[in-house]
């Protein structure tokens, strides 16, 4: 589903070269759930907005799907992100003026999804993550664990390939971590392909697979319990 191959990027701080990805190449199957593992500065975020197609590789080729985007404009990648890829993010990102049923909604607005279908998807998938009852809540009238719930909704509603989750339980307690990482679980369980980016060990461990990336390289690359990937 997803394959990277040399994939560097560089960015200028003055006079100064940062290699922030530095020749990586991953594959990622269809239906795994794999952890990309590193502490602040080794080049996760980075790698996070190649695999989300939020940026382009200087350098590399990268496909989804069989497809190259390595060299798509910025259009394309929009198109790509919209049509391919559910984000989940630590800090939400919902719109405050609109309730939970519209922060769903929204990015089917943005396919051209048909109105009929639009409510039967919002529904299905507040439904999904327990928050039925909360559809016309607005973000500060929901908890954190209850947003992040919706930003997942969010994400299972457009029917993506790949859920792409950055540190999303960053922003929580360790209730609603656990319930939010459970849920994730179920989602991987129903078929989805999900990539969590994460600094945190436990974390990483509820996946399938960790990928631990430092100074811009991969370091390893195992499933969970010892077995290479």
Known sequence: ???????????????????????????IEDREFVAIVGASGSGKSTLMNMIGCLDSPDDGEYYIDGQDVSHMSERELAIMRNRKIGFIFQQFNLLPKLT???????????????????????????EQVGLAGRMGHRPNQLSGG??????????????????????????????????????????????????????????????????????????SDVRNGGERA
């Open 1 to 27: 589903m997803i394959e990277l191959k040399n994939i560097t990027k560089v960015y200028s701080l003055g006079d100064e070269e940062v290699r922030a990805l530095d020749g990586i190449s991953l594959e």
């Open 100 to 126: 939970a049923y519209e922060n769903v909604e929204l990015p089917l607005i943005y396919q051209g999804v048909p109105a009929k279908e639009r409510d039967v998807r919002v529904r299905e998938a507040l």
């Open 146 to 219: 209850q947003q992040q719930r919706v930003a997942v909704a969010r994400a299972l509603a457009t029917h993506p390939s790949l859920i792409l989750a950055d540190e999303p339980t960053g922003n929580l307690d360790s209730k609603s971590t656990k319930d939010i990482m459970g849920l994730l679980y179920e989602v991987h369980r129903q078929g989805n392909t999900i990539v969590l980016i994460t600094h945190d060990n436990e974390i990483a461990a509820a996946a399938e697979r960790q990928v631990r990336i430092m100074d811009g390289r991969v370091i």
